[in-house]
């Protein structure tokens, strides 16, 4: 608000009743997620032409400036799909948080994994932290982002998904900030193959049994654990 300093009012014995005048006190709005905010406005020297003819029946009154603004946080990622690679490839999948307006106060949320057939810890790192934003009000400031890896391998299985949650927000009470994305899901796809061969002599004594050996170039996993692989043998005359 725009302070008006010391200013003298003055009312006329000539003033139609109930005797008022007006003091205006400007009172300047922003963007800023805050708490209500209280001024006072203070009376002092009372003076009247007549002896002993004015006195204050009140000499402070608060006012209070009641905030209206709010914020919500939106996490967007940089991709919701991709390939998961080799055995030693990763991919970085990074993740946006915005702010929509300032607030006086720091504000925080945690991120955390929920769901999803990828496993955390093998699949992928870093599913898990909290994101900060300072209450600096900067504009760079209203802007985190965080990190996600998705680590490749050799083994031929389905399409795998894990689910980001978001919550636990801390904005000092206030309760104007809201969590506008409540999660993220990232697929990784498989783009893994495998081939099988069969090796053993080539000739063999009739009434003779010599072992032949099936192998996989890769390994399958399906549904989350080591998948059996079938393979009907039989000769040809």
């Given at each position: 608000?725009?302070?008006?300093?010391?200013?003298?009012?003055?009312?006329?014995s000539?003033?139609?009743?109930?005797?008022?005048?007006?003091v205006?006190?400007?009172?300047?709005?922003?963007?800023?997620?805050?708490?209500?905010?209280?001024?006072?406005?203070?009376?002092?020297g009372?003076s009247?032409?007549?002896?002993?003819?004015?006195?204050?029946?009140?000499?402070?009154?608060?006012?209070t400036?009641?905030?209206?603004?709010?914020?919500?946080i939106?996490?967007?990622?940089?991709?919701?799909?991709?390939?998961?690679?080799?055995?030693?490839?990763?991919?970085?999948?990074?993740?946006?948080?915005?702010?929509?307006?300032?607030?006086?106060?720091?504000?925080?949320?945690?991120?955390?994994?929920?769901?999803?057939?990828?496993?955390?810890?093998?699949?992928?790192?870093?599913?898990?932290?909290?994101?900060?934003?300072?209450?600096?009000?900067?504009?760079?400031?209203?802007?985190?982002?965080?990190?996600?890896?998705?680590?490749?391998?050799?083994?031929?299985?389905?399409?795998?998904?894990?689910?980001?949650q978001?919550?636990?927000?801390?904005?000092?009470?206030?309760?104007g900030?809201?969590l506008?994305?409540?999660?993220a899901t990232?697929?990784?796809?498989?783009?893994?193959?495998?081939?099988?061969?069969?090796?053993?002599?080539?000739?063999?004594?009739?009434?003779?049994?010599?072992?032949?050996?099936?192998?996989?170039t890769?390994?399958?996993?399906?549904?989350?654990?080591?998948?059996?692989?079938?393979?009907?043998?039989?000769?040809?005359?």
């Amino acid at each position: 608000y725009s302070a008006v300093g010391s200013t003298t009012v003055s009312i006329s014995s000539s003033t139609t009743a109930p005797y008022v005048e007006t003091v205006y006190i400007t009172i300047h709005g922003d963007s800023t997620v805050e708490q209500n905010e209280v001024f006072q406005i203070r009376l002092t020297g009372a003076s009247s032409s007549v002896s002993g003819g004015a006195t204050f029946d009140n000499t402070t009154t608060a006012v209070t400036i009641t905030n209206d603004d709010s914020a919500s946080i939106t996490v967007v990622p940089s991709a919701t799909s991709g390939n998961e690679g080799a055995t030693g490839d990763s991919t970085t999948v990074t993740y946006t948080a915005t702010l929509s307006a300032p607030a006086d106060v720091a504000v925080s949320f945690d991120y955390l994994p929920n769901g999803g057939l990828a496993t955390a810890g093998t699949d992928y790192t870093g599913g898990n932290g909290t994101v900060n934003f300072p209450a600096t009000g900067l504009p760079a400031d209203l802007t985190q982002t965080f990190d996600v890896t998705v680590v490749g391998d050799d083994t031929v299985e389905v399409n795998e998904d894990y689910i980001l949650q978001f919550n636990n927000l801390s904005a000092g009470g206030y309760s104007g900030v809201t969590l506008a994305t409540a999660s993220a899901t990232y697929m990784i796809t498989n783009d893994d193959s495998t081939t099988l061969s069969i090796s053993g002599p080539a000739t063999l004594v009739e009434g003779a049994s010599l072992p032949y050996t099936l192998s996989l170039t890769y390994p399958i996993e399906i549904a989350g654990g080591n998948g059996d692989l079938t393979v009907t043998c039989r000769g040809n005359d």
